[in-house]
């Protein structure tokens, strides 16, 4: 069992920065596969950014050129860095482990494990 622990949300203004953190514990971290999903208030939720196993790196194109997702395995650790923020970009993200360590997954389903999602507020 693999448990995951968000932190790093906040209210921001629009432009602003804020960098999302994900701790995982109770598994071999550096063999997986780990992204970010969101959902914003009233809309299913949607893929930000994934890393594989071997640092392959997947942007939505929403996000691409602004959000930067990174991993230590070393913390066991997952970060989003999210700069030039939108009020658009407000919703609670979620952390996801995906035991596969495959590139380029993007779709809830092949997720194994969720944290409980932290909250990104945007204001304009």
């Known amino acids: 069992q693999v448990q995951l622990v968000e932190s790093g949300g906040g209210l921001v203004q629009a432009g602003g920065s804020l960098r999302l953190s994900c701790a995982a514990s109770g598994g071999t971290f550096s063999r997986y596969t780990m992204g970010w999903f969101r959902q914003a208030p009233g809309k299913e939720r949607e893929f930000v950014a994934t890393?594989?196993?071997?640092?392959?790196?997947w942007y939505a194109d929403s996000v691409k050129g602004r959000f930067t997702i990174s991993r230590d395995n070393a913390k066991n650790m997952v970060n989003l860095q999210m700069n030039s923020l939108k009020p658009e970009d407000t919703a609670v993200y979620y952390c996801a482990a995906d035991l596969s360590g495959s590139a380029y997954i993007i779709r809830e389903r092949h997720y194994d494990f969720w944290g409980q999602g932290t909250q990104v507020t945007v204001s304009s």
């Open positions: 890393i594989s196993r071997t640092d392959i790196r």
